[in-house]
C-alpha cells in the first residue's frame, strides 16, 4: 500500500509541471582519449577532485579527465579480458576504483597508486550482466559497494569492503525486488544502480518495468518513481546520477533518448535533449554529474555513440561564485590555507567560493621563514578574512629568517661527539653550524667507549645532565659545552634458578625465559634488582644481594659480583585426610536423692486479732546425692568432657637424608677441610635415580643453603654452602635437575633436628 501512494503522489506532482524546462547549456563533446577515438563510453563516475572516469566498452579500458575535462590516463596498461566494460564506481575517501565487467562477469579493484595510476588487487566472480555502485555519503553504509548481477534477479547484494578496498563478503544488507525479481534487460541495455552520495539513498532503474526504485540506506523500498509527470509521460530509465548542490535526480530515458530531470521530491523540471533543441541523442547509455567544488561544479555528462557529450550546469537559478587567487611572495617560503576549504598553496593557489561567503586565509611559513604580512585584499599578519563580492587577489610575503651561529665545545677527561637536529652539527672536540631565529635545535651527545656524559654547560641547557639538549635559536650566537668523563664499569653476574625474571636498575641485567645467566658492566654504586616469578612459580629469595623490598634486593657495585636469584614451582595441596570415627555416647548417670524437708515452726497463742506471728525459719536442705559417673554431665556423658581419644596408629617410616657440612679449619701448616653430618628426617621421599642436583635449602622463603645433591648407594648426600646460621625446624629441599627446558625442580619438606 505505501508504494501504491508513492505511485499516486509522483504521478500528481509530475502533471502538474509537466511543462517546466531547465536549461543545461551543451558546451563540447569528449571524442578521444590519448589521441584515439573513444569507440563506445557507457558507464561514468566523477570523483570528489572531480576527475571524470569512463568506461570504454569496447576499448576495454578505464579513460580519466581532470576538472577541466582534459585527457590525463588510462587504465589498465594490459586492457580488461573481454568487452562490455559497462560500469564504473569510485570511492570518494580511498580513490579505490570498482569497474563492472559483464563479458568476464566479474568486479575489477583497482588501488590507486598516484599520478593517475591503478594497481589491480582483486578480480571478483559475479556472474552475468555486471553494474556496480558505491555509497559516498555519510550514512551507515558509506563504502559499501552494490552489485547487480544477472544471475541473481531476486536481490541486489551489498558488500562491505576490507580497509585495501577488496570484496571479501557480501554484507548484511540487500535490496529485494518490489515483485518476485527485478526486470533489469532492455534490449542490449540494462538497467542501473545508483547511490545519491547527499542521503545515501539508492536508486534502481528497471526499464521494462518503467520504473525507478527508491532505498533507503537501510535497504527497505521507499517509493517506486514512474515517469508519468515527464513531457512523453514515461520513461524506460538507463541510468542515474545526482546534481548535490539542488538535490536534483537525473534519469536517462532511452525509449525518448532524453534525460528528465526531477526535483528531491521527484517534480518534473525539465528535459536534456542533446546537443540542440532539434538534435536529441542518438544511442545515449550512461549519465554522471561533477559534483566537486570548482567553476565546472554542476556539469552533466552523457555518453552517446562514439562520444561523451558535456552541458553546462543548471540554469534554475544556482548561487553564484567568485575565484579568490593567493600570490606567495618574499624570499622565504610557507604554505596559504583557506577556512572553507579550496586553498592550498602549496599547491592550489586559487579555488571558487560563493558570493558573499567569508573566506579565512591562514599563513605558516616553513622552517628557517618568518610571514611578513599580507597585502592586497588584505593587511597586517594574522589571520586574512575575506568576504566574496567578485574576483580578488591576495599577497602572502614570506621572507628568510635570519641565521645565528651555534658552536660546540667538548669538554672533560672523556670524549665522545655531538650531533644537531636539524644537521649541521657532528664534531668531537670543537665545531659550530648556523642555524635560523627560531628554530628548534636538538644537540645529542654520544660517549665514546670508556667515556661517560656528565653535562651540559654554556647559555643553554646549562647544568642539565641528560644526553639530548634541545633549545630555540634566539636572535644571537649561542656557545655550548659538553663535558665528557672517564667510565669504569665492574661486572655484575646474575645466576638464576627456576622460571623468572631478574632485571636491574640501571639497566644492563635482563634475564627472562631461557636466560639462566646474565651478566654485564655497570657502574661502580648501588644497583636494584627486581625479579618477578614466572606462572607457576614462587621467589625463594637471593644470595649475595640484600634484600630491600618483597621483590627487589640491592648490591653495592665496588668489585666483580655474582648474585644467585632461586625461583621455585609452586606445590599442590594435598589432599584431606580421612575423618576417625565419632566417639560412643556416654552413659546417663543416676539421679541423686532428694534431700530431707525442714521441721514446722511452733503456732502462736490465739488472742485479740494482732499481728500475724513471724514465720519460722526454713529447714536446711538436704545434701545432694554424688553425680552418677554416666549421667549427663558426667565424665562419659554426653554434656560432660570429651571421652578419650582412640589410640594413634602407627608412624610411617621417616626418610633419611644425609646433611653435610664442611669447613676450612687450620692443622699446623696446613688448612684442611673438616666435615660434619647430620642427619634430617621428615616426609622425604627420594630415589637413587637422581645422579646430582643442585639443591637450595629453604624456610619460609628464604634460602639459608645452596649446593649441590648426590646419591650414593639409595642416600641422598647435601654438599651445600650455608649463607645463613641453620637452627632446628621445618626446611624445604629444592632440587633442580636437568638443562635448559628439561630442567625439573622437586621439593621436600622435613624437619632439621
Known amino acids: 500500500m505505501l508504494a501504491a501512494c508513492a505511485f499516486a503522489a509522483a504521478a500528481t506532482l509530475g502533471a502538474a509541471s509537466a511543462s517546466a524546462e531547465v536549461t543545461h547549456p551543451f558546451l563540447t563533446s569528449i571524442t578521444e582519449a590519448n ?346 599578519t594574522g589571520e586574512c578574512k575575506v568576504t566574496i563580492a567578485e574576483a580578488q587577489q591576495v599577497k602572502a610575503e614570506f621572507a628568510l629568517a635570519p641565521s645565528f651561529s651555534v658552536s660546540l665545545e667538548s669538554i672533560g677527561e672523556g670524549s665522545g661527539t655531538v650531533t644537531s637536529a636539524p644537521a649541521g652539527i657532528d664534531c668531537g672536540s670543537e665545531c659550530s653550524a648556523e642555524f635560523s631565529e627560531g628554530e628548534k635545535v636538538t644537540l645529542t651527545a654520544a660517549p665514546a667507549s670508556g667515556s661517560k656524559f656528565v653535562e651540559w654547560s654554556g647559555e643553554e641547557c646549562a647544568g642539565s645532565t641528560e644526553a639530548a639538549c634541545e633549545f630555540t635559536v634566539p636572535s644571537h650566537a649561542v656557545a655550548v659545552k659538553a663535558e665528557f668523563g672517564q667510565s669504569t664499569t665492574v661486572p655484575l653476574r646474575v645466576v638464576k634458578y627456576g622460571q623468572g625474571t631478574v632485571v636491574s636498575s640501571p639497566s644492563g641485567i635482563d634475564c627472562a625465559g631461557g636466560c639462566f645467566t646474565e651478566s654485564a658492566e655497570l657502574e661502580p654504586g648501588s644497583v636494584t634488582l627486581t625479579e618477578t616469578p614466572a606462572a607457576g612459580y614462587e621467589f625463594a629469595g637471593w644470595i649475595g644481594c640484600k634484600a630491600t623490598a618483597p621483590t627487589t634486593c640491592e648490591v653495592a657495585l665496588s668489585t666483580p659480583t655474582e648474585v644467585m636469584a632461586t625461583f621455585l614451582k609452586a606445590g599442590s595441596e594435598g589432599k584431606e585426610g580421612k575423618q576417625g570415627p565419632a566417639g560412643g555416647e556416654g552413659k546417663e548417670g543416676k539421679t541423686g536423692s532428694a534431700g530431707a524437708t525442714g521441721s514446722t515452726g511452733t503456732a502462736g497463742s490465739p488472742g485479740v486479732q494482732g499481728p500475724a506471728g513471724a514465720a519460722g525459719p526454713k529447714g536446711a536442705d538436704g545434701a545432694t546425692g554424688p553425680a552418677g559417673a554416666s549421667g549427663a554431665a558426667g565424665a562419659a556423658g554426653s554434656i560432660g568432657p570429651a571421652g578419650p581419644i582412640g589410640p594413634q596408629g602407627p608412624a610411617g617410616v621417616d626418610g633419611k637424608v644425609q646433611l653435610v657440612k664442611c669447613t676450612t679449619v687450620k692443622q699446623g701448616n696446613k688448612k684442611v677441610q673438616k666435615c660434619t653430618t647430620k642427619l634430617v628426617s621428615g616426609p622425604l621421599t627420594l630415589k637413587a635415580a637422581i645422579a646430582s642436583a643442585h639443591a637450595t635449602l629453604s624456610r619460609r622463603g628464604v634460602v639459608y643453603a645452596a649446593g649441590i645433591a648426590r646419591t650414593t648407594r639409595g642416600r641422598l648426600h647435601l654438599r651445600l654452602r650455608s649463607s645463613r646460621r641453620l637452627r632446628a625446624g621445618a626446611y624445604t629441599l629444592t632440587l633442580v635437575t636437568g638443562h635448559g627446558r628439561s630442567r625439573r625442580v622437586r621439593t621436600e619438606s622435613f624437619e632439621l633436628g
Request: charged fraction near 20%; hydrophobic fraction near 35%; charge should be negative.
Open 35 to 380: 589521441g584515439e577515438p573513444l569507440v563506445q563510453p557507457w558507464g561514468m563516475a566523477v570523483d570528489s577532485s572531480g576527475n571524470l572516469l569512463v568506461a570504454d566498452a569496447r576499448k576495454r579500458l578505464i579513460d580519466q579527465f581532470d576538472a577541466t575535462d582534459s585527457f590525463t590516463s588510462w587504465f589498465p596498461t594490459g586492457k580488461l579480458p573481454a568487452f562490455f566494460v559497462r560500469s564504473v564506481a569510485v570511492n570518494d575517501t580511498t580513490g579505490v576504483v570498482y569497474v563492472g565487467e559483464s563479458g568476464s562477469e566479474e568486479v575489477f579493484v583497482f588501488k590507486p597508486k598516484g599520478g593517475g595510476e591503478y594497481e589491480l588487487i582483486q578480480q571478483f566472480k559475479i556472474g552475468g550482466y555486471v553494474y556496480v555502485a558505491v555509497d559516498n555519503s555519510n550514512s551507515a553504509r558509506k563504502g559499501d559497494v552494490y552489485v547487480i548481477s544477472a544471475q541473481e534477479l531476486t536481490k541486489v547484494h551489498v558488500y562491505t569492503p576490507t580497509a585495501e578496498g577488496k570484496l571479501e563478503s557480501k554484507g548484511s544488507g540487500t535490496l529485494t525486488p518490489p515483485g518476485a525479481e527485478f526486470s533489469l534487460v532492455n534490449g542490449d541495455g540494462w538497467g542501473a544502480i545508483a547511490v545519491d552520495g547527499s542521503t545515501g539513498d539508492v536508486y534502481l532503474a528497471e526499464p521494462p518495468n518503467e520504473v525507478v526504485d527508491k532505498y533507503g540506506p537501510d535497504g527497505k523500498l521507499i517509493e517506486q518513481l514512474h515517469g508519468t509527470g515527464t513531457l512523453a509521460g514515461s520513461f524506460e530509465p538507463l541510468g542515474i546520477a545526482f546534481d548535490e548542490a539542488d538535490g536534483h535526480v537525473l534519469v536517462l530515458d532511452t525509449a525518448h533518448e532524453v534525460v528528465d530531470e526531477f526535483s528531491g521530491t521527484w517534480e518534473y523540471e525539465g528535459q536534456i535533449k542533446g546537443t540542440s533543441e532539434s538534435k536529441p541523442f542518438t544511442e545515449a547509455r550512461g549519465v554522471a554529474v561533477r559534483n566537486a567544488a570548482g567553476p565546472t561544479q554542476g556539469e552533466v555528462f552523457v555518453s552517446d555513440g562514439a562520444h561523451v557529450e558535456i552541458f553546462g550546469p543548471s540554469g534554475g537559478g544556482g548561487t553564484s561564485e567568485s575565484p579568490l587567487t593567493v600570490e606567495r611572495t618574499g624570499t622565504g617560503s610557507g604554505t596559504v590555507t583557506s577556512s572553507p576549504t579550496g586553498i592550498d598553496c602549496g599547491e592550489t593557489c586559487s579555488a571558487e567560493f560563493e558570493e558573499g561567503a567569508e573566506v579565512t586565509l591562514s599563513a605558516t611559513p616553513a622552517a628557517g621563514s618568518t610571514f611578513a604580512g599580507w597585502s592586497g585584499a588584505c593587511s597586517g
